[in-house]
Nanobody
Framework: VQLQASGGGLVQAGDSLTLSCTTS????????TGWFRQAPGKEREFVAA????????YYADSVQGRTSISRLNANNTVYLEMNSLKPEDTAVYYC?????????????????WGQGTLVTVSS
């Protein structure tokens, strides 16, 4: 199973950006997906998660209200739409999948990880 995160880039403060996470390879049934990020010099932190059905989502306080996570299972893709970006959102963003339909915010719950995509927000 491989996860491919894409969509990162250099944007200005206040801009919007949508990241994508596509799963390929052997399928493993229902799974929830999360996004995490790691800023320079900091530990990786939870950003958002979505259940397999898409009915349940959860966001970190730092992105709540300006970020939306969604998924299209037919395309094996999860999206992270980020609006009103701030310089402090600058980080490498990772998507991860856990072999459980329920969402989780802790890294150790996730079995598969993508390689990360860099988001840089200039002031």
């Amino acid at each position: 199973v491989q996860l491919q995160a894409s969509g990162g880039g250099l944007v200005q403060a206040g801009d919007s950006l949508t990241l994508s996470c596509t799963t390929s390879g052997r399928t493993f049934g229902s799974h929830s997906t999360g996004w995490f990020r790691q800023a320079p010099g900091k530990e990786r932190e939870f950003v958002a998660a979505i259940s397999w059905s898409g009915d349940t989502t959860y966001y970190a306080d730092s992105v709540q209200g300006r970020t939306s996570i969604s998924r299209l299972n037919a395309n094996n893709t999860v999206y992270l739409e980020m609006n009103s970006l701030k310089p402090e959102d600058t980080a490498v963003y990772y998507c991860a999948a856990k072999t459980s339909a329920n969402i989780g915010t802790l890294e150790y719950l996730y079995n598969y990880w993508g390689q990360g995509t860099l988001v840089t927000v200039s002031s």
